[in-house]
C-alpha cells in the first residue's frame, strides 16, 4: 500500500508514514525510511504520519485512538493540500469514524465468542477479549 512502519509497540501502537499528493487523482503513497522521515522534503509532496494506538483502561476494556498527521513539504504542495483539506476532509471523517466502529463490532464479537467458548470449556479458553472505546 505504500505505507512504511515508522515505529510499532506489539499489541499497543503502530505507527505508519508516507509521502503523497493527495490531491492527485490516482493517488499514491510512498513509504519513507524511518531515519529520512523527517528530514524528507522532496517538493510537492504531503508526508501523512498516522497513528494506531490501543490502551487498556480496564481488564475488558480497551481505548482504541487513532491520529493522523500531514505536513507539505513546500509552499505550493501547502496550497493544494489545503483545498484538498477543505473538500474531503468531511468524507475522510466518517471513512474513520466508520472504521472504529467496524473495529469496535469485531472486538465486541470475539469478546462474545470468546465468552461462549470460556462456558463451553468450563471456564478456559486460549484467548482474551476486549471492549474497545473509540476516540479519535
Known amino acids: 500500500l505504500g505505507w512504511g512502519v515508522l515505529d510499532y509497540a506489539p499489541g499497543r501502537m503502530i505507527v ?18 524511518p531515519s529520512r522521515f ?32 500531514a505536513q507539505a513539504t513546500d509552499a505550493g504542495a501547502r496550497r493544494r493540500f489545503a483545498l484538498y483539506w477543505i473538500a474531503f476532509s468531511v468524507g475522510i471523517h466518517f471513512i474513520r469514524w466508520n472504521m472504529l466502529r467496524a473495529v469496535r463490532r469485531e472486538a465486541e ?18 484467548g482474551t477479549g476486549r471492549s474497545p472505546q473509540m476516540s479519535s
Open 109 to 126: 464479537r470475539t469478546e462474545t465468542r470468546i465468552n461462549m467458548e470460556k462456558r463451553s470449556n468450563g471456564g478456559r479458553t486460549e
Open 16 to 33: 505508519m508514514g508516507a509521502a503523497a499528493r493527495p490531491w492527485q487523482k490516482n493517488l499514491t503513497f510512498r513509504a519513507i525510511e
Open 38 to 69: 523527517v528530514e524528507f522534503g522532496e517538493p510537492n509532496l504531503v508526508k501523512v504520519v498516522w497513528t494506531i494506538e490501543a490502551d487498556a483502561i480496564e481488564p475488558r476494556v480497551t481505548r482504541l485512538r487513532t491520529e493522523t498527521r
